[in-house]
């Protein structure tokens, strides 16, 4: 029989040992051998006599928090520049990211991922991207075991692990780490914040990016209206609305629950589109109006008069590949200063609102009591928005060529200028240039996961009760991954071995606490790999192997993509030590240092299932690793189904298909039949003035429409054909338009859509939800089909 006095202390050295937590953290309740959640309940200790008389009662409740454990805020913005705050040398105004900085740390080099999703999924779970699926945005997940944004339990995620040990946990704003063909209003709803991951509360969008003015919103798992206005009668705005839903769950909080919260607050600000509120977008004018080169300089000038960096460090040339300020026109460079004008303006007015609820949980006496993290971005500076910047910000995904800036400046015109830009109608992002300055003192953009200009987020830590230290830099190397085990260091609550049955996996990451009250402490995380899309390096012990990029990222370069070769790279080597920014490669001085490294490399990468490297670009380079929906090839669908994701509806692209609605239609009849996507990029089959009418738009560069066909009334079939006329990326395609099988009309479309039309916007039947695919309709609503019935519409894909 098996000596349990014996086993349980040494298991609970075991855990010690290998976590670097106490004891008393890891231990569970004195009758389990193991710590697993969810826990068991409590024995019952009352007394059941036949009467009352003979009774005692005992009442059993749910696990408790640790005596005295903090609240825990976790911040995180999107794709906002490592220099753009001003603590960090920013022009930016960010009073309360300045605040947790002056009020307690601030860490120079707090490592993230460099792209969103697999931050995200690092941030919550404490695991490395490609332990938990997420080597990739989930839009773009593949079938293998690192890149199919699938996590279990093995990987649970700290707000799960929080709310069994008694915490209440609430979501808002951004998720994206939900698979979005399961975001839909079937489910299967497992994935969701409030399935697997553990959170009590969600508010927010599930995807990438969302319209800020018009966000498709979920409380929970069930689809919500987008308010009219703010709490305070203003503009609505998400940024606005996210703080005012935390304060209102605050408040319930507060007065309904006797329990310590968590938090997670990420704001979907500043990835693109660039939206703010029209009265704050003139708050920069004329800031930027001496350039992108400008404004690196001048931003690196004030990280050395701050500490950030040191005084003789030296900035890397200014990449050829970005046009300099000085080559363009004065009309082009107009354009491109609204572009950072409006970008600093929804930074601010994005840490405007974030300052709210910092300042409510001050009213509430619950400030000094919470640990706050505050991570202004999930990775580097976002630089999708090409060269030029540009109105759809999904030009590059999609594969389109560069557009030159008098084409862009044509295209602005069209959708309404300048005045235009930042409001709702635009899906608009800022010039590459603006994404380079933004990342001083560093190198290279979002993506570059080999360079720290890719990964490395300004952050702010608060929490009075144990940093002493104010306003002070931490210079230790640190990686996201550090951030669960701190929060579970800092609130007292045990680790557990199993989660729902599974053996947890252990945390490749560290507590940070080490270094909170101690500047010059020696850096506790010594190795960390990088992989993004085929960039790779690595960080370890002092120095940075960073592979030289293969292609830029702002540029959709097919023939780089095909060549793409881990196996041959060419390496940078730094000593982070002594060249912090990554600005001297000396791999040339030291080549048995590269080679160690390079070795290093491939052994934590094969370690942590990064295997095959560059594998989240296999729905680019190897189309049968997509797992999609390409297996569903008919799909029937009611008016019941709308608000679901591009993703878990029908593939509707560069591919055959064919639609068929039947309708019962008399003279009034009018509405949508189906519409996907919205009018910077979407396609939508509808009845207007009892006539058929299609619209198809490319990303808002280009609309391709019919001229419309009266409908007859009665039982009638309408069919769309869609034939692809070029394989390729962005290729030619026809719509035949047929009612009851007779062709009525045919509508050529130039440029296609191949990768996705929008990152928010849905798949609807008999309505358009969000923002319209046709300005036809833009004063409708969401153009209910009405006035008859839509009795069902059919898709079959290769038809």
Partial sequence: MLNYRFILPCLGTLVSSVTGFSQEQSRAFPNNAINAIPYPLESWQGVQGKTLKDSKPDFIRPKKAPEGAPNVLLIMLDDTGYSSASSFGGSMNTETFDRIGDEGIRYTHMSVNAISSPTRGSLLTGYNMHQIGTGVINEAATGYPGYNSQIDYTTPSVAKILKDNGYATAAFGKWHNTKLEEASPAGPFEGWPTGIWGFDFFYGFMGGETNQFYPLLYQGTTPIDTPNENADGTTYHLSADMADQTIKWLDNWKGLRDDPFFIYYAPGAVHAPIHVPEDWRDKYKGRYDEGYEALRLEQFDKQKEIGLVPKDAELVDWPSSIPEWNSFSEEGKKYLRRQMEVNAAF????????????????????????????????????????????????????????????????????????????????????????????STPFQWTKQMASHFGGVMTSTAVRYPKEIKAKGEWRRQFQNVTDIVPTILDVTGVPIPDYVNGQKRVEYPGVSMRYAWNDADAKTNHKTQYFETVGFIGIYHEGWSLAASPYR????????????????????????????????????????????????????????????????????????????????????????????????????????????????????????????????????????????????????????????????????????????????????????????????????????????????????????????????????????????????????????
């Fill in 552 to 799: 830029v990222p702002w540029l959709f370069d097919a023939q780089a993509l095909a060549n793409m070769d881990p196996l041959s790279t060419e390496w940078e080597l730094y000593s982070i030590d002594e060249d912090p920014i990554q600005s001297k490669n000396i791999a040339d001085k030291h080549p048995e240092k590269v080679k160690e490294l390079e070795e290093l490399f491939w052994e934590e990468a094969e370690k942590y299932n990064v295997f095959p490297v560059g594998g989240g670009l296999g729905t680019l380079l190897q189309p049968e690793s997509s797992e999609a929906k390409g297996a569903k090839s008919h799909w029937e669908f009611t008016t019941n189904t709308y608000r679901v994701p591009e993703m878990a509806g029908p593939e509707l692209k560069t591919n055959d298909y064919e639609v068929n609605a039947y309708i019962s239609a008399d003279e009034n009849t009018e509405g949508v039949i189906y519409a996907l996507g919205e009018h910077m990029g979407g396609q939508s089959l509808y009845i207007l003035d009892g006539k058929l009418m299609f619209t198809y738009q490319t990303l808002g560069y280009f609309t391709y429409e019919s001229k419309g066909t009266n409908i007859p009334h009665g039982d009638i079939k309408v069919t769309l054909r869609h034939t692809v006329k070029e394989r390729k990326i962005t290729g030619a395609s026809q719509v035949d338009l047929f009612i009851n099988d007779k062709l009525v009309e045919t509508v050529e479309i130039e440029h296609t859509v191949s990768l996705m039309y929008g990152g928010h916007e849905t798949f609807d039947i008999g309505r358009d939800e969000g923002m319209p695919v046709s300005h036809h309709y833009e004063n409708r609503g969401k153009f209910k089909f009405t006035r008859g019935q839509l009795k069902k519409v059919v898709f079959d894909i290769g038809k």
């Fill in 347 to 438: 930074l601010e007015y994005t840490d405007f609102h974030i300052g709210r609820v910092i300042t409510h949980l001050e009213e509430m006496g619950e400030l000094d009591n919470t640990f706050i993290m505050y991570l202004t971005a999930d990775n580097g500076c976002s630089s999708e928005g090409t060269p030029t910047g540009s109105c759809s910000e999904l030009l590059t995904v999609n594969g389109f060529p560069e557009f030159s800036m008098e084409e862009q400046l044509d295209i602005l015109e069209k959708l309404g200028g300048l005045d235009e830009w930042g409001g709702p109608n635009m899906a608009n992002h800022y010039a590459v240039g603006w994404a380079y300055a933004s």
